[in-house]
């Protein structure tokens, strides 16, 4: 077992009343599995993957990952693991527009000091296997969105994670690069990384090999 | 038109609720300004304050000061002082009918005044330093100082004195009472080399000043009629028709006719002055104008207090930037603000408003901060002002209504300001993009302007680098001055005034067999102490039988043969001088010897010197090892010395290391014993010398503070382009720390560019305190070379206190949820 969340309860307080975003989850993912979290908006799937990638904290639950209660690690100790286990896709790619492609891949490298001489073999693995090689010294707004995903991939598995968690990873690309992504992450998950997405999308979902369904913050069996 | 006031009216309202709602930001723009503005209505009042001097006299353009042009070897060429024969101003007057006053002026120091009853009784005693002059009533048709009672024609009369109202209030107790009162005067007056005493003098009150401005060197107390006393005495005194030498604290002015020029003058004055003098005087005498003689440093003048106009040269230079800082502070806040404010701008554009109507409302914006800094920087100078004239030694007031000129500044400086600080921001945030705006999307129209920022910041802390070295270096001179060597033992001396009687070493025999009983270590008595700032009696003087008087001047110090065991002086060649009451023998100094042109010490021994006129003619018996005659300020001149009993004027007692308290209370009761007639007063030697750099010591407070309010307004210009960064660089942040950045990690992230910046700030500004501050040490004699730790330690100062300033939003945005900076919407 890769990660459980035992009845995971968030909200906010409004005006004195209390608006639940996420209500009672229980969820548990084997390693290699392929996990869409589907729902309308609002239905908290973003939140939840927050909390699954230890970037947002339950109000109420327990959250075990490969057997630590998350929630009872120190900050640093819990740093450490999602740095080391985890890695993220966004919709927005979230590159950094200062740095070079090369530069961004390397970013997760430098925080976690890895040798300098370590960095660049593994950067140039990376961008051997996605083929993009001779764009390492672009800038982000300099590549098309589907590329600068490609690169947002890259960058969440440079640090070999076990994990990736990637929020709408297509919802800004057109349906040709979307499929190509989707094909990647099918791809990895044959690999052997376990991915978590969320997602608007059947078509996405069907890449996936277990599809959760999320309304107004409640699991629908 | 209506709609015009109805806009103008949405302005101000707009204005003020951004205001409101920005409080924090509306608050460091208020309070930086106001502090940067206070600076500057603060220099502005010392600097009108200062230039004010003597300005209030109606003729003041036509009012000199007669300076005397000497050649002496340690100056190096001319040096000009105030001291003039007394034979001068009779003379000018003869020669030139054309001038149309001419004032002589003696003043007098440390006289002792008795109040008497109506019986002649003797009342109280008081003594005055200085305030003290002799002049005649043609002083007051020059000078404007108004009479409350009596006549100025009454100074024709010998003995009769004018006092302020104050000093007659402090000696009556009433002003009205005290006209027709008689006051008894004892002190004594310098010729040449000598200090004689005259006998004491009955003064009749005839007439009372009113209160004297702060604003002039004339700082009168007394002014007795010229011609009192010594001042018309023909055998000993000021009327001596052979004496023509001038003489310390006795001064001339005239006052020119309209239709004469200085220039003119002085040429005439050339003329005049090579006819009278004999064949081996180079001297000549010059017109300076009354409104110079505050800032002549030089020569000073009566009230030992001047400000050389490079000073002021600096006060303004420093209000400026001071100022400067303020307003790129406000840039640097407001264009950072443009994040926020760039959906309204957004807004108000689709809505219709055109630029103009934009900029209109953001200098609307800024005109409203900037009056409310001004509010608040008058508040802040008023509280100020007490402190500063505590610092200062002066009395400035903040009264706008006897001075238009401050309200007038303080307009200027508003309009100035909202120009300054208004007009780049209001075109940054005009300009905005509403399409990019209204989507969030800033980087591109933002980025623009951080380049100036940076430029800005730079800006702002080569100006604190440089206030911060300049304060180290007058830090470091000072130091020198305190705890340079002197050549002399200045510790644990104290001098106190004593008063010569006729009988010769009677006296200082007895006071000294006292004092030693009492468990003193040494006395002596003296004329002055080894160190002397103004106090210091040059004179001509012939060597060896000479015809022509040697082409320097000496300092000459009577002292008995005490002073050198007890200063710890020590002797280079022939002995001490031998106890008399007289004057037998001479001590000189080494450099005396060198300016001679003496190779060998011993070769002065035995030589005859001859001064003031030949009234004393005695022969060298010993040399003394060089030691610091003068203040810092100037090297040590040649140096002359004698004992003469009439001449002591203090007693320098060396005190026990134990029990100096109980020491110092029996010498008061020894003292007040022998003089019960005289104010008991005494000096350590070591706080005297302190007071010698008195002005440095003001400097450098002035340094302090104005570097101190220089980093704290760069640190709040940081402070706000730092949270400008936070927020540019939001995104960024929360991807990097989800990408495994710690908070050290983005500290850093932010920290590094203002290293840079200060870095760069750092090397504009070590060449160029390193150039002003070397400019300033010429001024001395003594100086310290700037070591390199001065600018390591200003550098290291600005980097920490910039980084603390910077690390406070850098933690801020480092320890911030990504989650939120990341959201999907």
Same mark, same amino acid.
């Given at each position: 077992?890769?990660?459980?969340?035992?009845?995971?309860?968030?909200?906010?307080?409004?005006?004195?009343?209390?608006?639940?975003?996420?209500?009672?989850?229980?969820?548990?993912?084997?390693?290699?599995?392929?996990?869409?979290?589907?729902?309308?908006?609002?239905?908290?799937?973003?939140?939840?993957?927050?909390?699954?990638?230890?970037?947002?904290?339950?109000?109420?639950?327990?959250?075990?990952?490969?057997?630590?209660?998350?929630?009872?690690?120190?900050?640093?100790?819990?740093?450490?693991?999602?740095?080391?286990?985890?890695?993220?896709?966004?919709?927005?790619?979230?590159?950094?527009?200062?740095? $070079?492609?090369?530069?961004?891949?390397?970013?997760?490298?430098?925080?976690?000091?890895?040798? $300098?001489?370590?960095?660049?073999?593994?950067?140039?693995?990376?961008?051997?296997?996605?083929?993009?090689?001779?764009?390492?010294?672009?800038?982000?707004?300099?590549?098309?969105?589907?590329?600068?995903?490609?690169?947002?991939?890259?960058?969440?598995?440079?640090?070999?994670?076990?994990?990736?968690?990637?929020?709408?990873? $297509?919802?800004?690309?057109? !349906?040709?690069?979307?499929?190509?992504?989707?094909?990647?992450?099918?791809?990895?998950?044959?690999?052997?990384?376990?991915?978590?997405?969320? $997602?608007?999308?059947?078509?996405?979902?069907?890449? !996936?090999?277990?599809?959760?369904?999320?309304?107004?913050?409640?699991?629908?069996? | 038109?209506?709609?015009?006031?109805?806009?103008?009216?949405?302005?101000?309202?707009?204005?003020?609720?951004?205001?409101?709602?920005?409080?924090?930001?509306?608050?460091?723009?208020?309070?930086?300004?106001?502090?940067?503005?206070?600076?500057?209505?603060?220099?502005?009042?010392?600097?009108?304050?200062?230039?004010?001097?003597?300005?209030?006299?109606?003729?003041?353009?036509?009012?000199?000061?007669?300076?005397?042009?000497?050649?002496?070897?340690?100056?190096?060429?001319?040096?000009?002082?105030?001291?003039?024969?007394?034979?001068?101003?009779?003379?000018?007057?003869?020669?030139?009918?054309?001038?149309?006053?001419?004032?002589?002026?003696?003043?007098?120091?440390?006289?002792?005044?008795?109040?008497?009853?109506?019986?002649?009784?003797?009342?109280?005693?008081?003594?005055?330093?200085? &305030?003290?002059?002799?002049?005649?009533?043609?002083?007051?048709?020059?000078?404007?100082?108004?009479?409350?009672?009596?006549?100025?024609?009454?100074?024709?009369?010998?003995?009769?004195?004018?006092?302020?109202?104050?000093?007659?209030? *402090?000696?009556?107790?009433?002003?009205?009472?005290?006209?027709?009162?008689?006051?008894?005067?004892?002190?004594?007056? @310098?010729?040449?080399?000598?200090?004689?005493?005259?006998?004491?003098?009955?003064?009749?009150?005839?007439?009372?000043?009113?209160?004297?401005?702060?604003?002039?060197?004339?700082?009168?107390?007394?002014?007795?009629?010229?011609?009192?006393?010594?001042?018309?005495?023909?055998?000993?005194?000021?009327?001596?028709?052979?004496?023509?030498?001038?003489?310390?604290?006795?001064?001339?002015?005239?006052?020119?006719?309209?239709?004469?020029?200085?220039?003119?003058?002085?040429?005439?004055?050339?003329?005049?002055?090579?006819?009278?003098?004999?064949?081996?005087?180079?001297?000549?005498?010059?017109?300076?104008?009354?409104?110079?003689?505050?800032?002549?440093?030089?020569? &000073?003048?009566?009230?030992?207090?001047?400000?050389?106009?490079?000073?002021?040269?600096?006060?303004?230079?420093?209000?400026?930037?001071?100022?400067?800082?303020?307003?790129?502070?406000?840039?640097?806040?407001?264009?950072?603000?443009?994040?926020?404010?760039?959906?309204?701008?957004?807004?108000?554009?689709?809505?219709?408003?055109?630029?103009?109507?934009?900029?209109?409302?953001?200098?609307?914006?800024?005109?409203?901060?900037?009056?409310?800094?001004?509010?608040?920087?008058?508040?802040?100078?008023?509280?100020?002002?007490?402190?500063?004239?505590?610092?200062?030694?002066?009395?400035?007031?903040?009264?706008?209504?006897?001075?238009?000129?401050?309200?007038?500044?303080?307009?200027?400086?508003?309009?100035?300001?909202?120009?300054?600080?208004?007009?780049?921001?209001?075109?940054?945030?005009?300009?905005?993009?509403?399409?990019?705006?209204?989507?969030?999307?800033?980087?591109?129209?933002?980025?623009?302007?951080?380049?100036?920022?940076?430029?800005?910041?730079?800006?702002?802390?080569? #100006?604190?680098?440089?206030?911060?070295?300049?304060?180290?270096?007058?830090?470091?001179?000072?130091?020198?001055?305190?705890?340079?060597?002197?050549?002399?033992?200045?510790?644990?001396?104290?001098?106190?005034?004593?008063?010569?009687?006729?009988?010769?070493?009677?006296?200082?025999?007895?006071?000294?067999?006292?004092?030693?009983?009492?468990?003193?270590?040494?006395?002596?008595?003296?004329?002055? @102490?080894?160190?002397?700032?103004?106090?210091?009696?040059?004179?001509?003087?012939?060597?060896?039988?000479?015809?022509?008087?040697?082409?320097?001047?000496?300092?000459?110090?009577?002292?008995?043969?005490?002073?050198?065991?007890?200063?710890?002086?020590?002797?280079?060649?022939?002995?001490?001088?031998?106890?008399?009451?007289?004057?037998?023998?001479?001590?000189?100094?080494?450099?005396?010897?060198?300016?001679?042109?003496?190779?060998?010490?011993?070769?002065?021994?035995?030589?005859?010197? @001859?001064?003031?006129?030949?009234?004393?003619?005695?022969?060298?018996?010993?040399?003394?090892?060089?030691?610091?005659?003068?203040?810092?300020?100037?090297?040590?001149?040649?140096?002359?010395?004698? *004992?003469?009993?009439?001449?002591?004027?203090?007693?320098?007692?060396?005190?026990? *290391?134990?029990?100096?308290?109980?020491?110092?209370?029996?010498?008061?009761?020894?003292?007040?014993?022998?003089?019960?007639?005289?104010?008991?007063?005494?000096?350590?030697?070591?706080?005297?010398?302190?007071?010698?750099?008195?002005?440095?010591?003001?400097?450098?407070?002035?340094?302090?503070?104005?570097?101190?309010?220089? #980093?704290?307004?760069?640190?709040?210009?940081?402070?706000?382009?730092?949270?400008?960064?936070?927020?540019?660089?939001?995104?960024?942040?929360?991807?990097?720390?989800?990408?495994?950045?710690?908070?050290?990690?983005?500290?850093?992230?932010?920290?590094?560019?203002?290293?840079?910046?200060?870095?760069?700030?750092?090397?504009?500004?070590?060449?160029?305190?390193?150039?002003?501050?070397?400019?300033?040490?010429?001024?001395?004699?003594?100086?310290?070379?700037?070591?390199?730790?001065?600018?390591?330690?200003?550098?290291? #100062?600005?980097?920490?206190?910039?980084?603390?300033?910077?690390?406070?939003?850098?933690?801020?945005?480092?320890?911030?949820?990504?989650?939120?900076?990341?959201?999907?919407?």
């Amino acid at each position: 077992m890769l990660l459980n969340l035992k009845n995971i309860y968030k909200w906010y307080n409004v005006g004195g009343n209390r608006t639940f975003i996420l209500k009672d989850i229980n969820f548990e993912v084997q390693e290699g599995e392929f996990i869409s979290i589907m729902g309308p908006s609002g239905s908290g799937k973003s939140t939840l993957l927050n909390i699954i990638g230890m970037l947002d904290e339950p109000n109420e639950g327990t959250y075990n990952f490969l057997h630590e209660n998350v929630f009872k690690l120190k900050e640093k100790q819990r740093a450490q693991l999602y740095k080391q286990y985890i890695g993220f896709v966004f919709q927005q790619y979230h590159l950094i527009d200062e740095l $070079t492609v090369y530069e961004n891949i390397e970013t997760p490298l430098i925080y976690q000091d890895v040798k $300098t001489s370590e960095r660049k073999a593994l950067v140039a693995d990376m961008l051997d296997r996605f083929n993009i090689v001779g764009k390492k010294d672009l800038f982000p707004n300099q590549l098309s969105g589907g590329q600068q995903q490609l690169v947002g991939i890259a960058r969440a598995l440079i640090a070999k994670p076990k994990l990736i968690l990637a929020d709408e990873p $297509t919802g800004n690309l057109n !349906s040709k690069q979307g499929e190509e992504i989707m094909q990647l992450f099918k791809q990895l998950n044959t690999e052997g990384v376990t991915i978590i997405q969320v $997602t608007h999308s059947e078509k996405n979902a069907a890449y !996936s090999s277990h599809i959760v369904n999320l309304l107004d913050g409640v699991i629908k069996r | 038109m209506k709609n015009r006031t109805v806009m103008i009216k949405n302005y101000f309202k707009t204005a003020f609720r951004n205001l409101i709602y920005n409080k924090g930001y509306a608050f460091i723009n208020i309070a930086g300004l106001a502090v940067g503005i206070a600076v500057c209505i603060l220099i502005f009042i010392i600097i009108q304050f200062q230039t004010s001097f003597d300005g209030f006299h109606a003729k003041k353009d036509r009012i000199y000061r007669v300076l005397s042009e000497s050649h002496r070897a340690d100056a190096g060429g001319i040096s000009y002082e105030k001291n003039v024969p007394f034979l001068l101003p009779d003379g000018l007057k003869t020669a030139f009918p054309q001038l149309e006053q001419v004032v002589p002026i003696y003043a007098s120091h440390n006289d002792e005044l008795q109040i008497l009853d109506d019986n002649g009784t003797p009342v109280k005693n008081f003594k005055e330093q200085n &305030g003290v002059f002799y002049t005649s009533p043609t002083f007051f048709n020059v000078f404007d100082f108004p009479l409350l009672s009596g006549t100025y024609e009454s100074l024709k009369d010998p003995n009769n004195v004018l006092l302020t109202k104050e000093i007659a209030e *402090t000696y009556f107790g009433d002003w009205k009472s005290a006209v027709g009162k008689t006051i008894k005067i004892t002190g004594y007056y @310098s010729m040449g080399a000598g200090l004689f005493q005259f006998p004491a003098t009955p003064l009749k009150v005839s007439g009372i000043l009113a209160t004297i401005p702060p604003s002039t060197d004339f700082q009168l107390k007394l002014v007795i009629a010229y011609g009192t006393n010594f001042t018309g005495d023909k055998q000993y005194g000021f009327q001596q028709p052979n004496w023509n030498q001038s003489t310390p604290d006795f001064g001339c002015y005239v006052l020119l006719p309209p239709n004469i020029s200085a220039d003119n003058f002085n040429q005439q004055l050339k003329g005049y002055a090579s006819k009278l003098q004999s064949v081996n005087q180079k001297g000549s005498y010059i017109l300076q104008s009354i409104n110079a003689v505050h800032h002549d440093a030089q020569t &000073g003048n009566y009230s030992s207090k001047t400000i050389s106009k490079e000073l002021i040269n600096v006060l303004w230079l420093i209000a400026t930037f001071i100022l400067l800082i303020a307003c790129v502070n406000f840039i640097n806040l407001s264009t950072a603000q443009a994040v926020n404010r760039a959906k309204e701008v957004g807004v108000r554009k689709v809505l219709g408003s055109n630029l103009l109507q934009l900029q209109t409302q953001f200098l609307v914006e800024t005109f409203l901060v900037v009056v409310s800094a001004v509010v608040l920087s008058i508040l802040i100078t008023v509280l100020a002002l007490p402190y500063a004239n505590q610092l200062l030694e002066l009395s400035l007031s903040f009264n706008t209504f006897s001075n238009p000129a401050i309200i007038l500044f303080i307009f200027a400086i508003t309009i100035i300001v909202t120009a300054l600080a208004g007009f780049y921001p209001s075109i940054v945030l005009s300009r905005l993009n509403p399409v990019n705006t209204l989507k969030s999307k800033l980087k591109a129209s933002t980025t623009k302007g951080v380049s100036l920022r940076r430029g800005l910041v730079v800006f702002q802390f080569v #100006i604190a680098q440089v206030l911060i070295i300049g304060t180290f270096v007058i830090l470091e001179q000072m130091d020198y001055f305190m705890n340079q060597p002197l050549g002399f033992d200045k510790n644990a001396i104290v001098n106190i005034p004593y008063r010569p009687d006729s009988t010769g070493n009677n006296l200082t025999d007895y006071l000294k067999q006292k004092l030693l009983l009492n468990g003193v270590q040494a006395v002596s008595f003296n004329s002055n @102490s080894p160190i002397e700032e103004n106090n210091n009696t040059f004179t001509k003087f012939k060597f060896d039988h000479a015809i022509k008087d040697a082409d320097f001047q000496a300092i000459t110090k009577f002292v008995d043969d005490d002073y050198v065991p007890t200063y710890k002086l020590q002797l280079v060649a022939g002995k001490n001088l031998k106890p008399s009451p007289f004057t037998q023998e001479f001590l000189v100094n080494e450099s005396l010897v060198k300016s001679l042109g003496i190779k060998n010490l011993e070769d002065i021994l035995n030589k005859e010197i @001859s001064i003031m006129g030949g009234l004393i003619k005695c022969p060298v018996v010993g040399v003394v090892k060089d030691f610091n005659d003068r203040s810092l300020h100037h090297g040590l001149a040649p140096l002359l010395m004698a *004992t003469n009993s009439t001449m002591y004027r203090q007693a320098s007692i060396k005190l026990p *290391t134990v029990n100096i308290a109980s020491t110092m209370q029996t010498i008061q009761k020894i003292w007040e014993q022998t003089f019960p007639n005289y104010v008991y007063e005494y000096r350590f030697l070591d706080e005297k010398i302190a007071n010698f750099y008195n002005q440095e010591s003001q400097l450098a407070q002035l340094y302090k503070i104005c570097a101190i309010i220089a #980093i704290f307004l760069s640190c709040l210009g940081l402070y706000g382009l730092a949270s400008f960064m936070a927020i540019q660089r939001i995104k960024e942040v929360g991807i990097r720390k989800v990408l495994g950045a710690s908070i050290a990690n983005i500290v850093y992230l932010f920290s590094k560019e203002f290293i840079i910046l200060i870095s760069i700030a750092f090397l504009i500004a070590t060449p160029l305190a390193s150039y002003f501050m070397n400019q300033w040490l010429q001024n001395y004699a003594y100086q310290v070379t700037i070591e390199w730790w001065v600018f390591a330690s200003a550098g290291f #100062i600005a980097l920490l206190i910039a980084l603390l300033t910077v690390s406070f939003q850098a933690v801020k945005a480092a320890v911030a949820n990504p989650v939120k900076s990341l959201r999907t919407e």
